[in-house]
């Protein structure tokens, strides 16, 4: 028997990184797994119907659905999303950047320039040899847990965005694309999947044998937050008005439809 009908047939995308799991654990249909802005691009050309996408994407693309009561957040520190540098914060010049990252990236830009009044410059990942580095996900948890604090200083995106706003922060949220038939059903079937999920983290911390179990664990539990309510929202709303006042966003746009 399908445990979320309203999925059957939806297409469905999906990042592989250990936070997202708790959302899609138990899912009884087919799945398509991306980078986070691979996931972006697929859903704005139509070849996935609902996707576990970079909040940036919801702000600067309109048109989109937002699954409300779920995303990937953090209220302090992230632990997985960082800049890694030597020396003194305001001496970084270069820094370069994962090309699979949209929200991190841009997260790091407003928070550089609004709080420190740094404006360094950002490259790809391989140009050159940058001052520091911008890692996300898995491979942010890898480059933390292997020797690498003892001799890089790490500025945790989601503890300085929470010292500096006192907000939490929204990485991602499931983005429907507006044409998608029965939207509230499918929406209930996604957060179903959410509760169910966080419900499983033992589970899902034994089945993953790519971290420490008790890293894994104190992650899951203790730096990501599955829930979004209003003070995920105003927290959006502020990054939005950060990203146009730096033009990283065309302008405000219209709020974020909701269901």
């Known amino acids: 028997?399908?445990?979320?009908?309203a999925l059957a047939g939806?297409?469905?995308?999906?990042v592989q990184y250990l936070n997202s799991k708790?959302?899609?654990h138990g899912c009884d249909v087919p799945v398509t797994f991306d980078h986070p802005s691979g996931l972006a691009r697929a859903l704005a050309a139509g070849e996935l119907d609902v996707a576990l996408v970079p909040v940036f994407e919801a702000l600067r693309t309109p048109g989109y659905v937002a699954v409300d009561g779920v995303a990937i957040a953090s209220d302090g520190?992230?632990?997985?999303?960082?800049?890694?540098?030597?020396?003194?914060?305001?001496?970084?010049?270069t820094i370069s950047l994962d090309p699979a990252s949209l929200t991190s990236a841009h997260l790091l830009q407003v928070l550089?320039?609004?709080?420190?009044?740094?404006?360094?410059?950002?490259v790809h990942s391989g140009d050159g040899i940058p001052d520091a580095?911008?890692?996300i996900g898995n491979q942010a948890i890898e480059?933390?847990?292997?020797?690498?604090?003892?001799?890089?200083?790490?500025?945790?995106l989601g503890e300085e965005w929470k010292r500096q706003t006192g907000l939490p922060f929204v990485y991602a949220l499931w983005l429907m694309r507006g044409d998608l038939e029965e939207q509230r059903a499918v929406a209930d079937d996604l957060r179903a999947l959410k509760r169910d999920g966080v419900q499983h983290i033992s589970e899902i911390?034994?089945?993953?044998?790519?971290?420490?179990?008790?890293?894994?664990?104190?992650?899951?539990?203790?730096?990501?937050?599955?829930?979004?309510?209003?003070?995920?929202?105003t927290a959006i709303a502020r990054f939005r008005e950060l990203l146009v006042k730096y033009g990283l966003v065309a302008d405000a746009g219209s709020a974020l439809e909701w269901i």
Request: hydrophobic content about 35%.
């Open 1 to 5: 028997m399908n445990r979320y009908p």
């Open 10 to 14: 939806v297409r469905v995308g999906c």
């Open 22 to 24: 708790p959302l899609i």
């Open 77 to 93: 520190p992230v632990f997985s999303v960082f800049l890694a540098y030597r020396g003194r914060l305001e001496d970084i010049r």
């Open 112 to 122: 550089l320039a609004e709080f420190h009044g740094l404006r360094p410059d950002f």
């Open 133 to 135: 580095a911008l890692l």
């Open 143 to 156: 480059f933390r847990t292997h020797d690498h604090h003892h001799d890089h200083e790490f500025l945790d």
């Open 205 to 233: 911390v034994a089945a993953d044998t790519t971290h420490n179990p008790a890293l894994s664990t104190r992650y899951l539990t203790e730096h990501i937050r599955y829930d979004l309510g209003e003070r995920e929202k």
